[in-house]
């Protein structure tokens, strides 16, 4: 019998856990099974802490090797156990892998449905791949999570909607194993940024799971987290506590990845665990783990391909006593950030006014467009004299319509903004200077004020749902920390109606701002038709990233 797009299973071998590990499954035995278990410094429910590991890790490889998936697979999954054996890992309670870097539809697995308790390292109905990363978990004694191209038969439950002819689904799927190597979450990505032939389900899902250490997860995959399902509808059942592996293409202003994983994990006030695949030529980077409002832990976004484990002390939502214990920003000159090639967010038709060149200026402005309008409070001062090199100019802007992401989604956008320049028109914004151009950080943002006021009438926050961010980006594509800037919302009433007033305010000087915004995003979701389709490569979004960033950088 299937069930729920597992293999066929014998009643018997349901809800088993190993007692002995069967080190002969994996690929590179020496790796883990002739070395002793690691110490146990795990925590438990009475810690104000977990210990998190996030992995950036170098899709480059996937996207230009000749090798055949399955060696590529094979090799990749290699590297995977290098990590998760290595001596940082021994203190991880919870390890996170990115999206999309260790297989792909031609080399797609049955994954256990998590309602079996299936321990899949000692059932050979399953592929080495999941097998082996069973073990790993189970050796290591952490929670795992990978993301995986999952196949599944098809149809499954009660989804009505035509199979493709090979009779399979396939997922984009994150997996967990618990420290017994038993499948206890598994969540099939509902929002997809082109990923040719790879499904949805018929209904988002909710994927949560407890830890022995007192935290329950919920778990997303990378656009998801610009959508309510299921992203916010997590946070509204009270999970605070987010795993987002992610395959995240940047696009300048507003939509760098470690300035939205930042800003989302502030607005909603929740800890967010953010795995990244690195391939900047194409925007592809991005990685952190973040404490809510109290900002980032640990951040990382590159230029080069990198492959690296980042580890952090996550303090437990709910222990306002446990310290952040923050790293070193890891920062790149914009120099060297200019080698991470990223899309352009479409901002033509927004309505601006440039920021005047005037020394020790305070500058006042009020801006509309449809609903939104955008109230501007800057004070501000010129560091030097006008001068023959180059330096960014600053443009106020509002905006309130539809935008595509890519073609591969559509909605309305709300932004109140201050955005930098190239030059003194609105196309020069959302743009660079090219690399190793001669820059001076003219403008010296002392303090900003944006108050952004919205029609609630227009449903704004009524049954047209609106995800709100407070986005900030330096010159080196990273956010401002969470002690220089503020954020509020609030509901008032103004000549007998409803509005929300939404303030979002610098707080220290800044010379290096590249962006500081109010974003906001139309959540409202469609019934998934999800058009199924037989053979397809991921390949083809990176592809598709590239052609644009080509493209913009043309234009």
Request: hydrophobic share 40%.
């Amino acid at each position: 019998m299937t069930t729920h797009g597992s293999p066929i299973i014998a009643p018997s071998e349901l809800r088993s856990t190993p007692s002995v590990v069967v080190c002969g499954n994996f690929a590179v035995k020496e790796l883990l099974c002739d070395r002793p278990p690691p110490p146990n410094l795990h925590t438990n429910g009475e810690d104000d802490y977990y210990t998190a590991g996030v992995v950036e890790f170098s899709s480059k490889d996937k996207r230009t090797t000749t090798d055949t998936p399955a060696v590529y697979t094979s090799r990749t999954l290699t590297k995977y156990m290098e990590l998760i054996n290595s001596t940082e890992a021994d203190q991880l309670d919870i390890l996170v892998f990115p999206e999309y870097t260790l297989n792909d539809i031609e080399t797609a697995t049955f994954v256990p449905d998590p309602f079996h308790d299936i321990a899949p390292c000692n059932h050979l109905l399953y592929d080495p791949i999941v097998r082996d990363l069973s073990c790993l978990a189970t050796i290591r004694k952490l929670y795992l999570v990978v993301n995986l191209v999952e196949k599944a038969h098809c149809p499954e439950d009660y989804d009505w909607r035509a199979c493709a002819d090979n009779g399979l689904y396939h997922f984009n799927t994150n997996v967990v194993f618990n420290r017994q190597g038993v499948v206890i979450a598994r969540y099939r990505k509902y929002n997809l940024f082109d990923e040719p032939g790879i499904n949805t389900t018929l209904f988002s899902s909710r994927a949560t799971f407890q830890t022995d250490f007192g935290v329950e997860f919920g778990t997303i995959t990378s656009f998801d987290v610009l959508f309510d399902e299921p992203a916010m509808e997590l946070i509204r059942s009270g999970i605070t506590d987010i795993i987002l592996p992610a395959l995240w293409i940047s696009g300048l202003p507003f939509l760098t990845g470690v300035q939205v994983q930042q800003a989302w994990a502030y607005r909603n006030n929740v800890n967010l665990l953010a795995a990244g695949a690195s391939y900047p030529e194409v925007g592809s980077t991005g990685t952190g783990v973040y404490a809510g409002k109290r900002g980032r832990i640990v951040s990382v976004m590159n230029h080069n391909a990198e492959t690296k484990l980042y580890v952090a002390s996550v303090p437990k939502i709910g222990r306002p006593q446990a310290e952040v214990k923050k790293q070193p920003v890891i920062k790149y000159t914009p120099a060297q950030m200019s080698n991470l090639k990223m899309l352009r967010d479409p901002i033509d038709g927004y309505t601006t006014v440039e920021l005047p060149l005037t020394m020790d200026e305070k500058f006042e402005a009020s801006l509309c467009h449809e609903r939104v309008c955008c109230k501007f409070t800057i004070d501000y001062e010129l560091s030097a004299p006008i001068t023959t090199q180059q330096f960014y100019r600053y443009r106020l802007a509002a905006f309130d319509g539809a935008r595509s992401f890519q073609g591969f989604a559509e909605s309305r956008v709300t932004v109140c903004a201050v955005l930098a320049c190239t030059g003194t028109t609105l196309a020069s914004c959302g743009t660079r200077f090219e690399s190793g151009a001669n820059t001076v950080p003219m403008v010296v943002f002392n303090s900003i004020e944006l108050k952004e006021t919205v029609d609630l009438e227009g449903s704004f926050l009524g049954e047209q749902k609106y995800m709100v961010l407070p986005t900030s980006l330096d010159t080196s594509i990273l956010p401002l920390e969470v002690d220089e800037f503020e954020y509020s919302e609030r509901d008032v009433t103004t000549d007998g109606k409803l509005i929300v007033e939404i303030t979002h305010k610098l707080v220290k000087p800044r010379s290096d701002l590249y962006s500081f915004a109010i974003w906001g995003r139309e959540v409202v979701q469609e019934f998934s038709s999800g058009a199924f389709s037989s053979i397809g490569s991921t390949c083809l979004m990176i592809a598709a990233a590239l052609f644009a960033i080509v493209l913009n950088n043309f234009n």
